[in-house]
């Protein structure tokens, strides 16, 4: 079939990207999902910074790609074996979980071993490419979802299975920012009733683990980013404080938080900034991040403090989430007004709008910007 999508065929370009267009929305032939694999209508899809890496060059991917992995959408087609029937809603996860590898059976299939080599290499988990261009190219897949297209082919084991009531804008989200953010909060920091949480970065994932915290009973949370407004959206969503970025946010976070945060959540992307949520945590605490610095950064810390003060430095994948389990779990949280991700979308795009709305996260003005048809 004939798909409008956004290719990305080169990187590290000059902005603006309204200007400079690294995403060109073309016409691709999509072939017909094959064993074990959905055809998916794309409700919508968010604009994510790690969207942004792959476009500005710090997180190489092989090209061309149609890029995109955070959506919801309606299944039009199965192919043999598939675990979903035509009409299913589903929520699309960027880890194609196989299910039989060794971190899969160990229930971290955010760690998926085929998962991360098909990736990796920008194919589905089965190794192939379903597009197909014009001149008999074919583009890659990003991260087994390629959502910034009218319709994508993905694994069955890319796809979650969600409550058709749900508006498709809303869905999305569940895919990376709150499955991400969330989970770094509920999973990876195991936050505690009482417990003081600070949360370096508020994007749509920083603000998710901000909601989640506030949700597993956190008695204070410290909001720090260098954007004013993303300070401002934190403290209605239930900050206590809100500081800005920079090498006093450590001192203020301790002072705010009695001597440091118990956990402390990094989700900026950024080494320095990763240093001063662990320098922010309280002796005994846990920094978790959840960022992709490129992939050149190197981390300096005092290494004494981990014996010492015991304390813990742990990376968080997806939220070291389980998409099948805790998606559904995060959209019931949502239903019962727990964690209202619908303050996060902050814009709506048409695809052909795909380029601008990337000059909007990249200048930090945007939290999630979402593409609808």
Not at 37 to 60: F, K, T, W, Y
Request: proline share 6%; net charge negative.
């Amino acid at each position: 079939m004939k798909v409008n999508a956004a290719v990305l065929r080169r990187t590290g370009g000059p902005t603006p990207y309204a200007q400079d267009r690294p995403l060109e929305v073309t016409e691709l032939e999509l072939d017909p999902p094959g064993r074990g694999e959905l055809l998916v209508r794309i409700g919508a899809a968010g604009l994510c910074h790690s969207d942004l890496s792959v476009i500005n060059g710090s997180r190489p991917r092989p090209l061309p790609m149609v890029l995109g992995h955070e959506a919801a959408g309606e299944v039009v087609e199965v192919g043999p074996d598939a675990e979903f029937a035509v009409g299913d809603h589903v929520v699309l996860a960027f880890v194609p979980a196989c299910g039989a590898c060794r971190m899969c059976l160990a229930g971290r299939p955010a760690l998926c071993e085929p998962g991360a080599v098909a990736n990796r290499n920008g194919t589905l988990l089965t190794g192939q490419r379903r597009w197909l261009a014009a001149d008999g190219e074919r583009p890659h897949h990003h991260l087994g979802v390629s959502a910034f297209a009218e319709y994508a082919v993905v694994s069955g084991k890319s796809a979650v299975r969600v409550d058709p009531t749900l508006p498709h804008e809303i869905a999305a989200l569940f895919g990376c920012a709150v499955l991400t953010g969330a989970g770094a909060a509920f999973h990876s920091a195991e936050v505690k009733p009482g417990e003081r949480v600070a949360v370096f970065g508020l994007g749509g994932v920083g603000l998710a683990a901000l909601l989640a915290a506030r949700a597993a009973g956190a008695s204070s949370i410290v909001a720090v980013d260098l954007v004013p407004g993303k300070r401002d959206l934190a403290l209605r969503l239930g900050a206590a404080h809100a500081v800005a970025g920079g090498e006093d946010a450590v001192e203020q976070v301790r002072e705010l938080t009695g001597g440091g945060a118990d956990k402390v959540i990094d989700t900026t992307g950024s080494e320095h900034v990763l240093a001063q949520a662990y320098r922010a945590t309280r002796i005994g605490g846990t920094t978790v991040t959840v960022g992709l610095p490129h992939p050149d950064r190197q981390l300096v810390l005092p290494a004494l403090s981990l014996v010492a003060e015991e304390r813990t430095l742990r990376g968080s994948y997806l939220g070291s989430s389980v998409p099948r389990r805790d998606i559904p779990r995060f959209i019931e949280l949502y239903q019962a007004g727990l964690l209202p991700v619908q303050e996060l979308v902050s814009g709506r795009l048409r695809l052909d709008e795909v380029n601008a709305g990337f000059d909007q996260l990249a200048g930090g003005e945007a939290v999630r910007q979402v593409i609808v048809p």
